[in-house]
């Protein structure tokens, strides 16, 4: 089992940046494909990007193709998230995902989930 807490969330004003941060512990990190999700109130858990074990393979929703970074450091059992370009659509609780299985971007496709961090973009 693999425990993940986000850190990194807050208040930004539209076209700001924020580094979302994936801390894990227990089982061994760089065994996990790791995801981002988002959750807007009212609305259906999305996906957000997803990293491979290497760190070579990423992939991303079409929505924040080009603003969002993800990557992550095996040595720091940590997963991140760099958003630049911040618009208030982007407004959501994240959270991380660890799948043992594949890139993947459905939310069942994961096994383990975090808490969440709320990210909230001022227009």
């Known amino acids: 089992q693999v425990q993940l807490v986000e850190s990194g969330g807050g208040l930004v004003q539209a076209g700001g940046s924020l580094r979302l941060s994936c801390a894990a512990s227990g089982r061994t990190f760089s065994s996990y494909f790791m995801g981002w999700f988002r959750q807007a109130p009212g609305s259906e858990r999305e996906f957000v990007a997803v990293i491979s074990i290497s760190g070579k393979t990423t992939y991303y929703a079409d929505s924040v193709k080009g603003r969002f970074t993800i990557s992550r450091d095996n040595g720091k059992n940590t997963v991140y998230l760099q958003m630049n370009s911040l618009k208030p659509e982007d407004t959501a609780v994240y959270y991380c995902?660890?799948?043992?299985?594949?890139?993947?971007?459905?939310?069942?496709?994961?096994?383990?989930w975090g808490q969440g961090t709320q990210v909230t973009v001022s227009s």
């Open positions: 995902a660890a799948s043992e299985s594949k890139l993947a971007i459905r939310t069942y496709e994961y096994d383990y």
